[in-house]
């Protein structure tokens, strides 16, 4: 196994105990809200955003519970987002992570509500001291994160890929999109070492650029897989976007110049690293992931 | 009109302006997300939480900008919750504050991403630096807002009520249940000026316990008013709880058990007051308003 390889494992096991810990056990009469919301969170995923968090972390000497904190925040926030984005009346998605989808393990009013309970935990854990003892990097991490996933932001992206069923964007508007659905979020992610530490504005673009075309890069290699890719190993449904004729960069650019655009984009957002040293490698070796990976 | 009911209208007015100003106008892609946000949000509710911010900053002698702030970001939770609450899947509402509910209007997918993005625009206004000035403070505010409506306060109180349509709660458990779906976020509200101004812990405490015994007296007034009310007068449907065989404060104590339970909550929210001036005169008067409205 690579370092890469065995990193990613390390970061996912140890943000699963970070939110196995903080997350609420289930008990009183809201029971089962508080079991669905582990049920959603806990064991499954990459956790693609926490490595984001911790590696950007790293770069910066920042502490590794302080990026824990936040990677977990980060998650909260990823799986909300799928939750809700599942169910029947956004992309009506049975399964997820390799199991039922919450509303379908639970019901569908419990997954409304478990996505908007990890929506707000996320904020009570970036509010809290220890995400950071500064209360002004506390503050700029909660205004930086409502405003990556905002109307402008991932719930603005989550819209425009809605009306997109109707497989009428053309190229640049499935970029925007993507890049407001899936990039803000890794953006916030990559970027929250360098918040965390105050450094340079210069770093904190370097690493919005990175995660941009590192988005991008795994977006189109999700379309790809959506293709191509094997639903057992992927835990999820696929050939969806095709059977609903919905418009995809491999539907517009066709398999091999998609696959070279997700090759460019891998690049490009290691360069953007430049002005970053060895602490970096491990994020550079995330984008050559990004277009390799087979599930 | 009372001095109670004209300070009612302005403040629903000023933070209605600011709402107006702060939300964004709908345009590019995601128009229709933030076209359904205003609809949502704008034009319709008494605006009591607000009321409630903008008061409590006065006792302190805060600035009613910051205060107006605050009272919009609460409003948005408030707007958010009742989005969600009214999908099919939870109370499946038809009518909300005289119009179509948000998922009517628009379409279910919309209504569910309203909520989400209201939710998030609450955290992004209170970490702006215009929500106040010091970052501790805004620290504090997004700590408080995010704990009182999660999942052991607004949402739980959500999921409790839920599982209340099979009738089976009793009268300590309904209690517990409004005191987190709806007392949580209006505890919030009562206390932020205290908040704001770092004020004492007593005097923190004195809102709390006002804000927790008046969101009760709401409520029961609800629940009287959802029997005898006038669904023109309401801007809602009523006797809807009675047809699903909900518990409520009615079904298990009786209309007048009810009502005298309801004015018994009144006065002893204003007794929580004690301890503040003639400053607190209309948090005082809309206890009584709580309980004698007719809509």
């Known amino acids: 196994m690579s370092d890469f390889e065995s990193e990613l494992i390390s970061v996912a096991a140890s943000v699963d105990a970070v939110l196995d810990n903080i997350l609420p056990q289930p008990v009183g009469p809201e029971a089962s809200l508080l079991d669905a919301m582990r049920y959603a969170c806990l064991g499954g995923g990459k956790r693609i955003r926490p490595f984001l968090v911790v590696q950007s972390g ?3 000497g920042m502490d590794e519970e302080t990026m824990l904190r936040i990677a977990a925040a980060v998650e909260c926030i990823h799986t909300y987002s799928l939750v809700h984005d599942d169910l029947p009346c956004m992309d009506d998605d049975d399964m997820r992570h390799g ?7 639970y019901d569908e009013a419990t997954a409304v509500l478990v996505g908007d309970a990890l929506l707000t935990f996320a904020f009570e854990i970036l509010s809290d001291v220890n995400a ?8 700029d ?3 930086r994160l409502a405003t990556s996933i905002g109307f402008h932001g991932m719930v603005g992206g989550q819209m425009i890929d809605m009306l997109a069923e109707a497989g009428e964007l053309e190229i640049t508007a499935i970029n925007r999109m993507q890049r407001m659905k899936t990039g803000a979020l890794i953006a916030f992610a990559a970027e929250s070492g360098a918040v965390a530490a105050r450094a340079s504005h210069s770093a904190i673009h370097a690493l919005n650029g990175y995660a941009h075309d590192l988005g991008l890069a795994f977006q189109i290699t999700d379309d790809i897989l959506d293709i191509e890719g094997d639903a057992e190993r992927l835990g999820k449904s696929v050939g969806k976007d095709e059977k609903a004729g919905k418009a995809t960069f491999v539907s517009i650019l066709g398999l091999e110049r998609a696959r070279a655009q997700a090759g460019l984009l891998a690049a490009q957002a290691v360069a953007h690293l430049d002005l970053f040293d060895e602490k970096a490698d491990l994020l550079r070796a995330l984008a050559t992931f990004a277009v390799e990976r087979e599930h």
Chains 1, 2 share one sequence.
């Open 58 to 60: 790293r770069i910066f």
């Open 99 to 105: 199991k039922p989808s919450t509303h379908l393990e």
């Open 132 to 139: 950071h003892p500064d209360p002004f990097v506390r503050c």
């Open 141 to 143: 991490l909660v205004a």
